[in-house]
């Protein structure tokens, strides 16, 4: 009996033997290596404030500028996992950190990301003087706000619908919290939370463009990196230097693609509760690689082997039955004394940026600024609008073409991850150059990059209406009008909703680096409140800096509450197909 | 091992359970359960759904902590679950991003069984199960059966004293069922697994009467034992044998009939079933197609009721959903194992659609309280209409909210069909307008 299963484990020295593939993997797995401990040397080079790091326009520094801005992204992406794993587990466990960190998290989800580099940069810097890590710090710290909410909600999200019966299962069979969180809940989240990451990363390569360059009280620090480069060849008129950028960056994503996205998605696969559907995805070739190169299962040999001993090593004692505590009225007190602590922190909190705002920026100001945010509301609007007629019927166009769809969904992915600000220099010059308006013609910037999520959903949306549904409109000699009315628009209505909220959520987030357009020493700027945020970082005014990142989250927040919740409820409720 | 008990596995004295709902009273779903399962048994626990059988099922199992009472294992008081005791789920429960092998080795893992026993382990009860060559397949590349096996694997590898299924079967056709049902009485006959008794909740009489020693009906709101049968046939038992028929045909009178209600005529029903009283989800199309069937050949009037679940090709839960409704309505009435179309019925059978229509409407007035206050306080209010929430919130009083949620439907489609009133789903609104 055991002679059929004995084979694996007996023959693992050939299992382990090298294959054609280790000739990829071997280079690729101590590049990796060899890569981290360089980067590590170099963020935590020695800097004095107000020294400029050199940068160059020389394109020949790109790659190793490309590595820069991938290293940080990678930290972030690490720190986000880190945090949301277990900021989603406390969530998710204790029903009394969940009444406060959900809505705390709710309301850190609508505060724009740049925001937070302009508040927290001071902080970092104090907490590594005399270095350039503190900057690092900051930047990375921006890249993470820019993917950790979404990816903690996602997990908290999993976690609550783990399927009661696993669970029961997993507690019949003695698996300890421990053990449940990391066979059970961590896997049964997997699938959702790649999904999440990977579309965070795709939006984080705009923020680490943006995150780069620093400014603390007049003072811009450019950090070695891609987002830097391009922002000098802005001071420098340099468009050919702008290509330059744009062409790294389509490399590096490229890659990212290729390395990271795909493979992770398809592995993600395996976790997947539901039966197998018929839209399996392909195995990539990295994921062949993976699975093929005996490096790798050398690793996962040693991790298996690791596990084993720790496993071991927490072997269990024998665990007395205990009596379960049973003091109802215990938890009442403490639920009410809970309770009465949070309102009382949140009345406080209140108090004090009333006062805040009263002593440092006055009422007046206030008024201004909530006015600003009605600009950029205006402009979120009417550019949501704009994109929705424009990619619709294309985005059904080409959902009604299933194979034609199935090739451009990967390039649509693909323009949503790539940063759009890298494009803001080549529309600024043009603003320029024709002397157009830049009160309307920089608005557009604000949903360039976001605007793929329409289209995206769009026709997912489209390919998810039953062929059933068509066959009937065409059997009722249903046409034109009618056939939007009352088919296609009812039927991608909540796909459209999912892409229209993850485009005005982008823009508005995108309004701080849109509003205000550089090129050279002229300098372009919109009314509106990113313009306004823009400005106060540039002067380091701290109290109008937080003046304005709270009015506008309170917008984002109003706008999520009052529109986009709605939609999705009416989406959920009546139109979705099941 | 065994020399300090006194031959009983589990008992359990004196068990309640009480839910506690936001906003409303506890509402108890198990009174006083006093319950004993001996060494070498094999304990059916029947009863219709909402009757807490799960529940119970659950509490012994040291998942669910009883509200009152106490349960224990080999004169052990049980508080969290056990070693010793192992579950089979409806669902399977299986970790969908683990081999069969994983699964299987799973409750060992957590044991902290060593890498080289914990797969010997495994792989023989893998074997002993019938899964040979399936030991890397993910559980989503298996049938319904296959994946109930390696549930049965899985609580097998541990040497459970005692096993506990939960509705095991219920989730697959009926062939499939029946295989990996004999398949583990055959394990219990020939005493291949160590497992000293079983207690296995079913909602499938012939299922439970074919595999149990003993069986115990449990009575609904709150869930009770309500009466309890001796299985005393030899195995391998003979279904068609007159014993075997008897015993279920005993079983499915006690599960069909309405308590309070065993012994009315028509006319002595002057008493509405109470408010809170739990409506069977039927559907009309399948309520009237069962009472034309029952009006003629074979059966005209009458029949025998597992007679009729073969001949209508109905699982026995949805046939006990069906009978209780018509009971309900007026329309049949059931004893000894038989049911018979009440002279309504008839008039409703040789009725029109709109006349079906009258009829039914004034059946649910007479007979369920519920819809009958619906109606009144639609013709009282001065619109005419009332918003659902009201009555989810009346049902939730004395239901869960998901079985009030899901009689307040049931009522919305009987209230429908009947034109008693109608039910806007966007405004979630009741109203006496015409639609």
């Known amino acids: 009996m055991q002679q059929r299963w004995g084979l694996p484990i007996v023959a693992w020295p050939s299992r382990l033997r090298p294959s054609l593939w280790d000739g990829l993997a071997i280079p690729l797995v101590f590049g990796a290596i060899m890569l981290i401990a360089w980067a590590n040397k170099q963020m935590s080079v020695p800097y004095q404030p107000g020294v400029a790091l050199p940068i160059s326009l020389d394109p020949s520094y790109l790659p190793e500028y490309g590595v820069r801005t991938v290293l940080r992204m990678i930290a972030a992406l690490g720190a986000s996992l880190v945090f949301s794993l277990s900021y989603a587990a406390v969530a998710a466990k204790s029903k009394r950190a969940e009444k406060v960190l959900i809505p705390i998290l709710d309301m850190l989800q609508s505060v724009p990301i740049l925001g937070f580099l302009s508040i927290t940069v001071t902080g970092f810097i104090a907490l590594f003087p005399g270095s350039l890590l503190g900057y690092e710090c900051a930047a990375i710290f921006a890249i993470f706000t820019s993917q950790a909410w979404n990816m903690t909600f996602s997990l908290y999200q999993s976690f609550s619908a783990v399927p009661h019966d696993l669970r029961e299962a997993a507690r019949m069979y003695h698996l300890s919290p421990w053990q449940s969180f990391w066979r059970l809940e961590v896997p049964f989240a997997t699938p959702q939370l790649i999904w999440n990451m990977m579309m965070s990363v795709s939006g984080g390569w705009f923020f680490v463009v943006a995150s780069e360059a620093i400014s603390v009280s007049n003072n811009q620090v450019l950090l070695p990196g891609i987002g830097s480069y391009i922002s000098l060849a802005i001071d420098h008129r340099d468009l050919s230097a702008v290509l330059y950028a744009i062409l790294t960056m389509l490399v590096l994503i490229l890659i990212y693609d290729q390395l990271l996205f795909r493979p992770l998605l398809a592995w993600a696969q395996r976790f997947r509760f539901e039966e197998i559907g018929q839209d399996e995805i392909e195995p990539p070739w990295f994921m062949v690689m993976m699975q093929r190169a005996r490096i790798v299962r050398l690793f996962s040999f040693t991790i298996h082997a690791l596990g084993d001993f720790l496993s071991k090593a927490a072997k269990r004692v024998p665990r007395r039955a205990r009596r379960p505590a049973r003091a109802p009225r215990n938890t009442i007190v403490a639920d009410v004394i809970w309770n009465v602590a949070v309102v009382g922190f949140a009345v406080a909190a209140l108090i004090e940026i009333g006062l805040f705002i009263h002593d440092e920026v006055g009422l007046r100001e206030v008024g201004h600024v909530m006015l600003l945010g009605l600009a950029t509301l205006a402009r979120v609007i009417v550019l949501i609008a704009l994109a929705a007629l424009l990619w619709v019927p294309i985005g059904v166009w080409i959902g009604l073409r299933p194979r034609l769809a199935r090739h451009v969904q990967p390039v649509i992915q693909f323009l949503a991850a790539f940063p759009a600000n890298l494009f803001f220099p080549i529309f600024v010059s043009a603003i320029v150059i024709y002397k157009l308006n830049p009160e309307i013609w920089l608005s557009p910037l604000m949903i360039l990059g976001t605007q793929w999520y329409i289209l995206f959903n769009v026709i997912a949306g489209t390919m998810a209406l039953p062929y059933d549904y068509q066959l009937v409109a065409g059997n009722l000699g249903i046409r034109n009008w009618l056939w939007w009315k009352r088919l296609i628009l009812p039927g991608i209505f909540p796909a459209f909703v999912t892409g229209a909220v993850t485009a005005s959520g982008g823009s508005w987030n995108a309004s701080i680096v849109a509003e205000v357009a550089k090129w050279g020493d002229t300098t372009l700027q919109a009314t509106g409140i990113g313009a306004y945020i823009a400005q106060m970082t540039e002067q380091g005014d701290f109290p109008r800096i937080a003046l304005g990142i709270t009015v506008l989250s309170l917008y984002v927040l109003l706008f999520n509450r009052l529109l986009w919740r709605r939609l999705y409820q009416l989406a959920e409720e009546r139109l979705r197909l099941d | ?435």
């Open chain 2, 1 to 435: 091992m065994d020399t300090i008990t006194n031959g009983d596995l589990i008992s359990t004295a004196g068990i309640c359970k009480t839910y506690q709902q936001p906003d409303h009273a506890g509402r108890l779903v198990l009174d006083h359960i006093d319950f004993t399962l001996k060494e070498g048994e094999i304990v059916a626990i029947l009863g219709k759904s909402g009757s807490g059988k799960s529940t119970f099922l659950r509490v012994v199992a040291g998942l669910t902590p009883p509200t009152e009472g106490t349960v224990t294992y080999r004169g052990q008081p049980v508080y969290e679950p056990a070693q010793g005791i192992a579950m089979v789920f409806q669902s399977f429960a299986l970790f969908p991003w683990l081999t069969v092998l994983g699964n299987v080795e799973l409750g060992l893992e957590a044991l902290g069984v060593p890498r080289e026993e914990r797969r010997q382990r495994a792989i023989a009860a893998i074997d002993l199960i019938g899964l040979d060559g399936f030991e890397s397949a993910y559980p989503k590349e298996l049938s319904g059966g296959m994946r109930q096996r390696v549930g049965f694997a899985r609580a097998l590898v541990v040497n459970p004293d005692v096993l506990l299924l939960d509705e095991p079967f219920s989730a697959l056709d009926v062939l499939t069922g029946e295989t990996l049902r004999g398949d583990i009485e055959d394990l219990w006959v020939e005493r291949r697994i160590p497992t000293k008794g079983i207690i296995f909740v079913s909602h499938n009489i012939d299922e439970a009467v074919a595999m149990s020693d003993r069986i115990i009906v449990f009575g609904s709101d709150p869930g009770c034992i309500r009466s309890e049968i001796q299985v005393p046939l030899a195995r391998p038992r003979d279904w068609s044998t007159p014993a075997f028929r008897r015993i279920v045909d005993e079983v499915y009178t006690l599960l069909t009939t309405v308590p309070g209600r065993e012994t009315t005529r028509r006319g002595s029903r002057v008493d509405q079933l109470s408010m809170q009283y739990r409506l069977p989800d039927a559907s009309i199309q399948q309520l009237v197609g069962l009472l034309d069937a029952l009006t003629i050949e074979p059966f005209n009037g009458r029949a025998d009721l597992p007679h009729l679940a073969d001949n209508e090709n109905l699982a026995t839960d949805d046939l006990m959903v069906l009978i209780e409704a018509l009971q309900l309505l007026g329309f049949a009435q059931v004893g000894g194992g038989d049911i018979e179309v009440t002279p309504v019925g008839r008039t409703f059978v040789d009725a029109d659609l709109l006349r079906r229509k009258q009829l039914f409407a004034e059946s649910m007035m007479r007979n369920i309280a519920f819809i009958a206050h619906i109606r009144r306080i639609l013709d009282e209010r001065p619109g005419h209409s009332a918003p659902e929430g009201r009555f989810l919130g009346e049902l939730e009083d004395h239901l869960s909210e998901e079985e009030a949620q899901r009689v307040l439907e049931t009522v919305i489609n009987w209230g429908r069909y009947a034109e008693l009133f109608a039910y806007d789903y966007d405004r979630g609104v009741l109203s006496l307008e015409n639609p």
